[in-house]
């Protein structure tokens, strides 16, 4: 075999190797799950996703949708896997909502401790909602009491457009 064409076997290897082999965090309980380490309920697996029952629902068909690759929240993940990602959250929404028929399906993400992140590897939650679930996000009480300024609302949509959308 030839210098350039050895090269390029290498190559396809090497990529077909990211392609199975994504980056993971050898204390990460989600990558862990990626590799079969524990045990989880899974819904479905691609090349890049999984998606899988929540080991402790909020409401009954909780589930999550995680990357293969370990990346921490929605901070740092390129945007064309999170398109794609997008597209699987969706379909998993949608077989959610079409298998369990609730009133609603809520779609969260927590990016940050501040944000109540717990697993440090990027997740989207996907919570059928029923009225008189247990499940709420907490607003603080009588916060609908006053509409904000709009010179204060104005202001914010000013800095964050102006901010940069880069990790
Ligand atoms: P968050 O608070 O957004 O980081 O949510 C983490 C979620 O991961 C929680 O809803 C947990 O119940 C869920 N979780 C943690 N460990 C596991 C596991 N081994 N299998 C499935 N879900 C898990
Ligand atoms: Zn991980």
Do not use: W
Not at 45 to 74: Q, R, W, Y
Not at 133 to 154: I, Q, S, V, W
């Amino acid at each position: 075999m030839r210098l350039a064409q050895a090269s390029s076997v290498a190559a396809n290897l090497l990529s077909l190797t990211s392609v199975s082999t994504p980056d993971m965090s050898d204390d990460c309980i989600f990558c862990k799950i990626v590799k079969g380490e524990i045990p989880s309920s899974v819904i479905f697996e691609d090349e890049i996703s999984v998606a899988f029952m929540d080991i402790f629902p909020v409401t009954k068909g909780h589930c999550l949708l995680i990357p293969k690759e370990h990346h921490v929240n929605l901070f740092d993940i390129d945007l064309e896997l999170l398109a794609q990602l997008s597209k699987r959250l969706a379909e998993l929404t949608r077989r959610v909502n079409n298998a369990l028929g609730p009133e609603g399906v809520l779609n969260a993400v927590a990016n940050g401790p501040g944000a109540g992140q717990e697993v440090f590897h990027l997740h989207f939650h996907v919570i059928p909602r029923n009225s008189g679930d247990p499940f709420g996000f907490k607003f603080p009480p009588n916060y609908r009491d006053e509409m904000a300024p709009r010179d204060e609302l104005d202001n914010l949509a000013s800095l964050i457009s102006e901010a940069s959308p880069a990790m």
